[in-house]
């Protein structure tokens, strides 16, 4: 069955940087887009950013461009999402997802957590 595990979250100050990873299992890795979403409390979960099968494609939301970094490693069946300059405002828990035939993958959330 389809397993997403992300870890990494943590506190961090605000202008502070942290590295999300996602390792997946349960499907052929190589062959999916893979995205990282946010979901702050009482809102509708929010796509951080997405990165294609081969990583040549990348894309980000608007908040946050030119402070991420979205990779894939393709042999450990792992993706990575690089948030700098973090603001306390982005304090949430982050969500990986894959998009298969028929449905959403999510995995458990790693919180991150912006503060001094």
């Known amino acids: 069955q389809v397993q997403l595990v992300e870890s990494g979250g943590g506190l961090v100050q605000p202008g502070g940087s942290l590295r999300l990873s996602c390792v997946a299992s349960?499907?052929?890795?190589?062959?999916?887009?893979m995205r990282w979403y946010r979901q702050a409390p009482g809102k509708e979960r929010e796509l951080v950013a997405t990165?294609?099968?081969?990583?040549?494609?990348?894309e980000f939301v608007d908040s946050m461009k030119g402070r991420l970094t979205i990779s894939r490693d393709n042999v450990k069946n792992t993706i990575y999402l690089k948030m700098n300059s973090l603001k306390p405002e982005e304090t949430t828990v982050y969500y990986c997802n894959v998009r298969t035939i028929g449905r959403d993958y999510w995995g458990q959330g790693t919180k991150v957590t912006v503060s001094s």
């Open positions: 990165i294609s099968t081969t990583g040549g494609w990348k």
């Open positions: 349960g499907f052929t890795f190589s062959s999916y887009v």
